[in-house]
């Protein structure tokens, strides 16, 4: 499939949608700030560093699209439309810029496998960085709390986050070393 064709984009961008929606069902009660602990966040990351920023932010548009039509695509069975009044408002805003960032950063890579190591783990920590940030707004801003206590509330995921982001690192190096095109790169003859 050619790095630019249209329909490969559109698989590629359903694929990672599905995924992010099916990974909803995974999710584990946070007592400390009302925001489950779940996967969705890990793979809307993946889809940035696999995907690269264009086809990562459309993923996290038609995610958040149809979540707003009323699906069931948010942690617990719940829609975008419920979740706009409530503390996860922010991370919903991150779901589609941290892939779009992550991504741009991670098609940056360069070819070699320890620099493509380095910077695919770097975009991933941004990508997460960005869903905090956007996390932290919506939940100062909805949940009534000041900024640094909507910070302090995103403590408890860093562990959590941090085995996820390495699990992701891995599989989106993986599938660079193995699908170099994906990057618009052609494979190295031998």
């Not at 069902?25 to 696999?50: C, D, E, K």
């Not at 695509?73 to 439309?81: C, F, K, Y």
């Not at 939940?139 to 206590?149: N, Q």
């Not at 509330?153 to 982001?165: E, R, S, Y």
Request: net charge positive.
């Amino acid at each position: 499939m050619k790095k630019n064709s249209v329909a490969g984009d559109i698989a590629y961008v359903a694929v990672f949608t599905a995924l992010i929606i099916v990974f909803a069902f995974v999710s584990i009660p946070s007592p400390v700030s009302g925001v489950p602990i779940v996967l969705q966040n890990a793979v809307i990351t993946l889809a940035g560093l696999i995907l690269g920023g264009r086809r990562g932010f459309y993923v996290g548009l038609i995610f958040i699209g149809l979540g707003l039509v009323g699906l069931p695509i948010l942690a617990g069975g719940r829609s975008v439309l419920s979740a706009l009044a409530g503390p996860t408002v922010g991370y919903i805003a991150g779901y589609v810029i941290s892939p779009a960032i992550g991504g741009a950063i991670a098609y940056r890579a360069p070819r070699n496998k320890a620099g493509m190591s380095i910077v695919i783990a770097l975009a991933g920590i941004v990508s997460l960085l960005v869903q905090y940030t956007c996390g932290t707004i919506g939940m100062a801003l909805r949940a009534g709390m000041g900024w640094g206590e909507a910070a302090l509330a995103q403590i408890p995921f860093l562990g959590p986050d941090a085995l996820k982001l390495a699990v992701m690192v891995v599989i989106a190096i993986g599938v660079h070393a193995a699908f170099p095109d994906l990057m618009g790169r052609k494979p190295k003859k031998a």
